[in-house]
């Protein structure tokens, strides 16, 4: 038996003793085949044909690797072109962000980069049901908010976050201040074609007449993922006359983009509670629908737990039509109930009405398409009341009444 290997235009061929010969490749025009000389024997047609038949394999090999060298070249210029027009989410919110800034005098600057972490699927949790009584609780003359824990903390830590996180919505209802950039933008290129780009940034400020300390807990409750509920109200006879007071600072970040049917959303908002007493809370959240990042600290120390597949309902259903939906905020559950009672409450502080604004416009129109850019801005004292909370299908659904600030 002779086995043939192509070397450097050079035949390789070892007998079944192994011994290896290395004989030059010869070519006969006139036949048009290659043949290989070993004394004064030429290999027969068979030993021609496997030999050509080897070549002709080799020749494919090397064009289907050349093939898919081009391929991996080519590919990721053709998604470089693709995103060409467009930018990460994340330098949109740092972007418009300075541009807030800019517009209101004032800077700050977020930290978005930390690790995504997600939770396998857990049992369904029944939320207590005196969350859906409010009006007829006792003292419901007062202003109510729900505070909300981290899930899996101890007893006390959890409790004690849930008032301070109370403490900074009740210092919000009572009457804040907000500021607010908002833009626009449509661009008409045909007649059912129309692409669309919505953002608007929020900053809210207030500060609180009282401490955790002189929160009245109407209701107080665990769920079973261990996060601690409870139903906070003020007393008047219980406002601080120090000058020193817990300052409550938030923002909200919303950016829609697409075509009204197929819309890309991202929000970002950030919740922070200072203490004079030494107590602080902060929760941050970046949220683009595909994935998401939760960031809280208390006490200065960072939490680490996991979110992504909560799950909660009431006790008792709730009817509602579609037409009252329009005054809700909706958030979902799956990422805790603390990060979707926020979101759908400062969704809702954000979609208050503006009574003092700026408007600034720019329209084009030219070849039959038409572009517009507006935007507005805010700065307005405003205080709040929760009016109605409800879930379906893993969604919480919140609204809010507006009022004015109290001093």
Sequence with gaps: MITIHFLNQKLLIKNQKGLTYKQTLLFRPHLGSPVTRMGSDFFDKDHIFRFHNSISTMKQFYLFIGIMLCGLLVYPQFETKKNKGG????????????TFDKEVGDEAGTDTKEQVKFVSHLRPCELPAWMLQLKSLPGTNQMLVFGISDPGLDTLPAIEQAKIRALGLLSIFRGAMIQNITDVYSNETGYDDIVGKFTSFSRIEAISPITTGQLEIIEQGFTEYGEAIVLAGIKERALVADTEKPVVVADYFISEEGEYDDLFVYSTYNFQVENPGGSASKFSCHNTKRSILIKSTHNNRELDFDYGRFKYYFPQGITFNDEELLNYSNADLSDGLWNAYLAGILRQVEMAEKHTSEIKRMGDQYSGKFQNLSRETSNIQLGFEQSGIFIKDN?????????????
Excluded: R
Excluded at 87 to 98: A, S
Excluded at 395 to 407: C, E, F, H, R, S
């Design 87 to 98: 930018q990460p989410i994340e330098k949109q919110y740092e972007n418009f962000k300075k």
């Design 395 to 407: 969604i919480l659904y919140v609204k809010l009444n507006t009022a004015p600030g109290k001093d």
